[in-house]
């Protein structure tokens, strides 16, 4: 017989499940089943080591509590072996079928790191071509800074206004400025901009 025997007992099925998937996950014990009485109560048994299975419940009993009714939960530390009389399946689990302990594994996959293999002196290495950064600042500056029809923005309210003034490239204000600001003083600060 195993070291403990764990009872979570809930009212419901989606409060049982989530118990029995919290148990499970939370330690190595084993389920060994469940048991169904008639007015919706559900008791999830497992077995394994005695801090397992307490860790286990504990878990289990707080998923319970989280999603459903949670109505008792017990942890029988070496229950005698007349016990397995009322419930036949947690005899003593063959060897073959208890849980595996997780095994580590050497990665045969190559590590992240590789050495990097420099280039022969002679050979020339392909660059990129950078354009030189006064070239790119100059064709911004040729760029018009508002592209915004003045009719479009007559149209706009003042939620829209707004938004155009945040992603106006040199809007003359900014910040909490653009949010204060009415509709009136926004197409003023729009047609300064607009006329140069």
Known sequence: MSKALGLVETRGLVAAIEAA??????????????EKTN???????????????????????AAAAR???LVSTHVIPQPDDELAILF?????VPQSAKI?????QKSTEPPLVAEVAAAPPDE????????????????ANDLPLFQVDTKDLSNMNVHELRREARHTPGFPIQGRD??????KELLDYFDKISKG
Do not use: C, F, H, Q
């Open 124 to 139: 020339k290495v392909d660059t990129p071509y950078l354009p030189e950064s006064e070239s790119i600042e100059e064709e």
């Open 88 to 92: 036949p399946e947690i005899r003593e």
């Open 21 to 34: 998937d919290a148990m499970a996950k939370a330690a190595n014990v084993l389920l060994v089943g469940k």
């Open 178 to 183: 653009i949010s204060k600001a009415g509709r």
């Open 67 to 69: 999603v459903g009714d």
């Open 39 to 61: 007015p919706a109560l559900i008791t999830i048994k497992v077995v394994g080591d005695v801090a397992a299975v307490k860790s286990s419940v504990d878990a289990g009993a």
């Open 100 to 104: 595996p302990k997780p095994k580590t």
